[in-house]
């Protein structure tokens, strides 16, 4: 069973502390009637800045919810990990007490270690590609079932196109990336991708970043374009190398106890309304990295395109990391991942 007092205590403690709930709409009950209105909103929990795909996929989705139950059903939007950072977001979307949580899917790993399947390096030449890749029904429905085991309900991925480097050494060829420190996350095959291009990758707090790269403890960091503008990382480098190492998926979920507790006519309003926010988000995504570019290079920074040679060398020096996380996931779902792709 949902557990309401959780739900109903958290929307307490949010409009005590001002955060402009929408005002008390109150929990759904399965047997509820279809005038019946909500007493309080459903919080959705991220852990992004307002200007960025994250939270533009997040409020689109919760006005989906609204229009498509004429206001009945409310959901609000809290960035900036206002709710918690991406471990406590899970955690709590878990337990039903955030029901809905929009985020990257690397913090994923702990908590779903299928989802390292998102970590094969070079694994598409487009963005469309990684699309296609994840909305494949094969595919798809093997993360549903990842997701479910976990305790949440997948909804969708949206994306913020490609990561990218940001550096002050220029990169024309391979050999480029000896030595260079790499600022990554704390992400074992993160890790390991760049020691296989000879780089020096360093694990740090993101809030650290920009000012690591001003006092040149790290040389270089990877991040979509949309953070390295958000972030004003181009500021304190010279280059923005389209390594295109990794798309980064945004998943939009819900807990699964919640959800399955909800009247039919909600799941589907919540199942509609997910996947009209994911097409605009990928749109928004599409549109938004054009005049990120355009920000980067005003600014002075030069944006770098690998040649197909160097994006080849690239796929074949990570190689190895593909068997590591077969080992880790399963030959099935990498397979299944990268269909109708060259591995």
């Known amino acids: 069973m949902m557990k309401k007092w959780k739900m109903c205590l958290i929307g307490l403690c949010i409009a005590m502390f001002g955060f402009g709930l929408a005002g008390l709409y109150g929990c759904s009950k399965k047997d509820s009637s279809d005038d019946e209105v909500q007493r309080y909103a459903w919080p959705l929990g991220t852990s992004s800045p307002e200007d960025t795909v994250t939270q533009l996929y997040a409020e689109k989705f919760a006005d989906e919810v609204s229009r498509l139950s004429d206001g009945k059903m409310k959901i609000e939007v809290y960035p900036n990990s206002t709710l918690g950072g991406d471990r406590e977001l899970l955690e709590s979307c878990k337990d039903g007490d955030i029901p809905f949580v929009v985020q990257n899917t690397a913090p994923q790993v702990t908590f779903l270690p299928e989802t390292a399947v998102f970590d094969l390096p070079s694994a598409f030449t487009t963005i469309e590609e990684a699309r296609n890749a994840v909305d494949n029904p094969e595919f798809y429905q093997k993360m549903e079932k990842v997701y479910e085991k976990g305790g949440y309900k997948l909804l969708g991925y949206a994306d913020q196109g490609f990561r990218v480097m940001s550096t002050n050494k220029e990169i024309k060829d391979i050999k480029d990336f000896k030595g260079q420190k790499i600022r990554t996350m704390e992400n074992s095959y993160h890790l390991d991708f760049w020691k296989a291009l000879s780089a020096n990758p360093t694990p740090m707090t993101f809030s650290e970043v920009y000012i690591g790269l001003q006092q040149g403890t790290i040389d270089a960091q990877e991040n979509p374009y949309e953070v390295i503008v958000s972030s004003k990382l181009y500021e304190q480098q010279d280059y923005v190398v389209e390594t295109n190492h990794l798309p980064h998926y945004i998943s939009l979920i819900v807990s699964d106890e919640f959800f399955n507790d909800l009247p039919k006519e909600q799941q589907e309003i919540i199942t509609q309304a997910s996947e009209t926010a994911k097409e605009y988000a990928r749109k928004a995504s599409d549109e938004r990295i ?54």
């Open 290 to 343: 054009e005049d990120r570019i355009k920000i980067i290079e005003d600014s002075g920074t030069k944006i770098v395109k690998l040649s197909d040679k160097v994006h080849e060398q690239i796929r074949e020096a990570s190689s190895d990391i593909y068997q590591e996380i077969e080992d880790s996931v399963s030959e099935e779902l990498v397979d299944s991942y990268l269909q109708g792709v060259e591995k």
